[in-house]
């Protein structure tokens, strides 16, 4: 099983609705939807519903209780420069300097995650591929010139119920200029100035309806001159120890931007036991209540 899941950047998407076989299902984001890259998680293609599941590729639930979860990132940027000119008989220098930091921290409280997940089979993906919504959108890429194509597939859902959350940004800058002029006789003469400022913002909820919070990924990609699709997890099998980003190996990170990813869209990582989220930046997102 795959170890990388992806938070959508909104927390207003219901729980898909299962028929009682549970072989079917409909909602905004669902099992088996189809989406274009990894920059939008919720741009569903199919929308008029995945394919019905067949008997050979169940759906298989499990549930977490009473979770809390935590990511941040600090990050801080200092910036300089020093310079020097003639004047004459006066020499005159300067240097300024330039501090940017920025933090940015989730904090997550579920009463429960509920996790369902699918194994596509090939036939599965091959039909979901040929239904008329996909199919369209993959023509308009071919009349392009795109001789290839990748695609995505959700078939992993994290249902959060109960949740509570509370994200805090925080931007802090701050500019320190000095500069002397020596003249005649030695005489030296200096002068400073130093300009901060501070952008914070903290966002919260008690309570939320249950909602899509998560989401796994199978890429599907056909190649030229290769019969046949190919399919794989989206970074099967990642494991290593969470932390800051500088962490996260660049193999994962290559490849997630050789699909679509750009990781200035990221704004932290975190998990338990070698499990992964990508957390998107709240730069980026679309959602106030995120």
Same mark, same amino acid.
């Given at each position: 099983?795959?170890?990388?899941?992806?938070?959508?950047?909104?927390?207003?998407?219901?729980?898909?609705?299962?028929?009682?076989?549970?072989?079917?299902?409909?909602?905004?984001?669902?099992?088996?939807?189809?989406?274009? !890259?990894?920059?939008?998680?919720?741009?569903?293609?199919?929308?008029?519903?995945?394919?019905?599941?067949?008997? @050979?590729?169940?759906?298989?639930?499990?549930?977490?209780?009473?979770? !809390?979860?935590?990511?941040?990132?600090?990050?801080?940027?200092?910036?300089?420069?020093?310079?020097?000119?003639?004047?004459?008989?006066?020499?005159?220098?300067?240097?300024?300097?330039?501090?940017?930091?920025?933090?940015? =921290? @989730?904090?997550?409280?579920?009463?429960?995650?509920?996790?369902?997940? +699918?194994?596509?089979?090939?036939?599965?993906?091959?039909?979901?591929?040929?239904?008329?919504?996909?199919?369209? #959108?993959?023509?308009?890429?071919?009349?392009?010139? #795109?001789?290839?194509?990748?695609?995505?597939?959700?078939?992993?859902?994290?249902?959060?119920? =109960?949740?509570?959350?509370?994200?805090? !940004?925080?931007?802090?800058?701050?500019?320190?200029?000095?500069?002397?002029?020596? =003249?005649?006789?030695?005489?030296?003469?200096?002068?400073?100035?130093?300009?901060?400022?501070? !952008?914070?913002?903290?966002?919260?909820?008690?309570?939320?309806?249950?909602?899509?919070?998560?989401?796994?990924?199978?890429?599907?990609?056909?190649?030229?001159?290769?019969?046949?699709?190919?399919?794989?997890?989206?970074?099967?099998?990642?494991?290593?120890?969470?932390?800051?980003?500088?962490?996260?190996?660049?193999?994962?990170?290559?490849?997630?931007?050789?699909?679509?990813?750009?990781? =200035?869209?990221?704004?932290?990582?975190?998990?338990?036991?070698?499990?992964?989220? #990508?957390?998107?930046?709240?730069?980026?997102?679309?959602?106030?209540? +995120?």
């Amino acid at each position: 099983m795959d170890k990388c899941w992806f938070v959508l950047r909104q927390s207003h998407y219901p729980p898909p609705e299962y028929s009682e076989a549970k072989d079917s299902s409909r909602g905004a984001i669902c099992l088996g939807h189809i989406i274009p !890259d990894l920059r939008h998680l919720d741009q569903i293609i199919n929308v008029d519903g995945p394919e019905p599941y067949p008997p @050979n590729m169940p759906v298989h639930p499990t549930k977490k209780w009473s979770l !809390d979860w935590e990511s941040d990132r600090d990050r801080h940027v200092t910036l300089s420069a020093k310079g020097g000119a003639p004047a004459g008989p006066v020499q005159a220098q300067a240097a300024a300097a330039i501090a940017f930091k920025r933090f940015a =921290g @989730n904090h997550w409280n579920f009463e429960s995650l509920d996790t369902s997940i +699918i194994q596509p089979t090939l036939a599965y993906i091959e039909d979901s591929v040929e239904s008329e919504p996909v199919r369209s #959108f993959l023509d308009g890429k071919k009349s392009l010139g #795109f001789g290839s194509w990748t695609l995505f597939m959700i078939t992993g859902l994290v249902i959060a119920r =109960g949740a509570a959350h509370k994200q805090h !940004d925080a931007t802090e800058a701050s500019a320190h200029s000095q500069g002397g002029a020596k =003249g005649p006789g030695g005489i030296e003469a200096a002068a400073e100035a130093s300009v901060s400022s501070k !952008d914070e913002e903290v966002r919260s909820y008690q309570r939320a309806s249950d909602f899509v919070w998560a989401v796994r990924l199978t890429k599907v990609s056909k190649m030229p001159l290769h019969p046949g699709l190919k399919r794989e997890t989206v970074v099967k099998g990642a494991t290593f120890t969470l932390g800051e980003q500088d962490e996260v190996p660049i193999k994962i990170m290559e490849e997630l931007a050789a699909d679509g990813l750009d990781p =200035g869209d990221v704004t932290s990582f975190g998990g338990d036991k070698g499990i992964i989220f #990508f957390v998107p930046n709240s730069a980026n997102t679309d959602d106030p209540g +995120i």
